[in-house]
Every structure is written in structure tokens, then in C-alpha cells.
């Protein structure tokens, strides 16, 4: 069977020496595992974080209305009666006002610094925007209108563009891991180099001795891999179940079934990838030795 390597009888793990002496393989993976959960969750929640944005404002728009304290009442009823159009909540100049005073203090309240009413509103996806501006440039020419969409791309940009890092972030812990794994099973072959040279020498087939290795490295990674990630799901549950600075940026949000069944199979494709690093190094070592 395929996985016979696997499930090899007690007299064959022997040769490569005792199950309890491990080298550093287990606790190399183990960090990498580690890392990988963590930022591969990190990348996750900022994708969640970036689609919920982009979703929420992706029919939003804001009405900025220079000196509109009069105009204001009447520009929210015509935007109400626009065709498509799903809900409207206007800020006055005053309440305005009142926010920059926290900043500027008395200066807020100042007649030589300007500071226009607001009107947001929502469409429906789908309905045209034109017959609303139409309206609004009848009641106030001077009116700017802006896509929150357009006014939040840089914020979505960077979300993306940190979501890409993470990515990559992930793909260099598993290089680096891989890496590792290359090194401990080439630092394995020269201490059991006598043991393989018997073997050969007794009809063993380099595929044999290779299996042996890979299964090995496999174990290691395997329990390397699970006792890193079962380390990162225990820091992932104490930063959501305190969730301070993290609830308070993305507004509560949390990892979806979907992204927690993605995190969950990473240790085994951690320890697929180590075993498949492992076998290709001792089937090429034992080709140049012959």
C-alpha cells in the first residue's frame, strides 16, 4: 500500500535509533507552524475586514453642502425622493461645528472657517446615480458629491496590500521550514551513514532506506506541525475572546467557518510539504553517493 512506509514494523524504525531521541526537526517545524497559523489568521481577518468595508460602502455617498444650514431640510427631502434611493441621514453644520470643537476649541465656531453640512445616503445596487445628482445640482449647484467608495480606496488598498504580505509572509515560513527539514535530513543521513551502508549491503533498495527517512521526518513535522498550531489556537482564542485593539478595528469581526477550516489543515500541509522535502533529499544524497 502507499502508506506502507508509514506503518513500518518496530524492527525497521529501529535502525534509524529510538523513537525518543529527537533532534531539533519537531520544534523547528513546531515554530514555523506556529508563525504560519497566526499570519495566514492576520491575512484572513484583514481579507474579512477589507470585503465588509468594501461591502458596506459600496452604495454609500456623501453630500457635502457648503454653508447649508438652510438648504439642508430641502436637500434631504429631494434625495429621499429620488428614485433608488434606500435611506438618508444629513449632519448639520452646527453638529459639524460641534464635532471640530474637540479639536480646535473656540475656533470651531468661527464664521471665517468654513465647514459644510453633510448629507449621506444610500442607493440601491444597481439604481443609477444620475437622476440624484440632477436633483441636488437643482437645489444647490454648489454641492460636491463623493463616493465614500472612492474617499476609503486608500484605506482598501492598504487592507489588500497587507492581506498580499501576509500571503507572502506564509509562503517564506514554509520555504524556511522546508529549508530546515533539507538540513535535518542531510544531518540525519551522514549520522546513519554506516547503518545505510549495511543495508546496501544486504540488498536494501535506496527506496527502501528512503523510507525509513521520510517516515522519520514525517512523524517529527507531523507532531511539530499540530503542537504549533494547538499553540496558535490558544493565542487566537485569548486575543478574540479580549478582542480590544483587534474587535475595535474590524468592529467585532471574526474568522468564518470557511477560514478556520483553512487553518486548520495547514499543519498537514506543512507536514505534506516537510515529508515530500525529505524524501526528494535522500533519493538525490543516495544518487551521489553511487
Do not use: C
Amino acid at each position: 500500500m502507499m502508506l506502507d512506509w508509514l506503518l513500518a514494523p518496530g524492527s525497521e524504525r529501529k535502525l534509524l535509533g529510538g523513537e525518543r531521541k529527537r533532534g531539533a526537526t519537531p520544534w523547528v517545524i513546531a515554530i514555523m507552524s506556529f508563525s504560519i497559523v497566526i499570519v495566514a489568521a492576520a491575512g484572513l481577518t484583514l481579507s474579512n475586514a477589507a470585503s465588509q468595508v468594501g461591502t458596506s460602502v459600496a452604495n454609500r455617498y456623501s453630500l457635502q453642502v457648503p454653508g447649508g444650514s438652510d438648504a439642508l431640510p430641502r436637500l434631504v427631502e429631494t434625495i429621499r425622493a429620488a428614485p433608488g434611493v434606500t435611506s438618508v441621514e444629513a449632519v448639520p453644520e452646527a453638529k459639524m461645528r460641534q464635532t471640530l470643537a474637540r479639536w480646535l476649541g473656540p475656533a470651531a465656531q468661527s464664521a471665517d472657517l468654513p465647514v459644510p453640512a453633510l448629507i449621506h445616503f444610500d442607493i440601491a445596487p444597481g439604481a443609477p446615480l444620475a437622476p440624484v445628482e440632477a436633483r441636488v445640482r437643482a437645489v444647490a449647484p454648489r454641492a460636491s458629491l463623493a463616493s465614500q467608495v472612492e474617499n476609503l480606496r486608500p484605506l482598501l488598498g492598504s487592507l489588500r496590500t497587507l492581506q498580499w504580505l501576509a500571503l507572502g509572509m506564509v509562503l517564506l515560513l514554509t520555504a524556511a521550514g522546508a529549508a530546515a527539514v533539507v538540513l535535518a535530513t542531510r544531518s540525519a543521513l551522514e549520522a546513519h551513514r554506516s547503518t545505510i551502508d549495511v543495508m546496501h549491503g544486504v540488498g536494501a533498495t535506496d527506496l527502501q532506506v528512503t523510507h525509513l527517512f521520510q517516515r522519520k521526518i514525517a512523524i517529527e513535522a507531523l507532531a511539530g506541525s499540530l503542537a504549533g498550531a494547538a499553540a496558535a489556537g490558544v493565542v487566537l482564542l485569548i486575543l478574540s475572546a479580549g478582542a480590544t485593539f483587534v474587535g475595535g478595528m474590524t468592529g467585532g469581526l471574526s474568522l468564518s467557518l470557511l477560514d478556520l477550516a483553512l487553518l486548520a489543515i495547514l499543519p498537514a500541509v506543512l507536514t505534506i510539504v516537510a515529508t515530500w522535502v525529505a524524501r526528494r533529499t535522500v533519493l538525490q544524497a543516495l544518487r551521489e553517493a553511487l
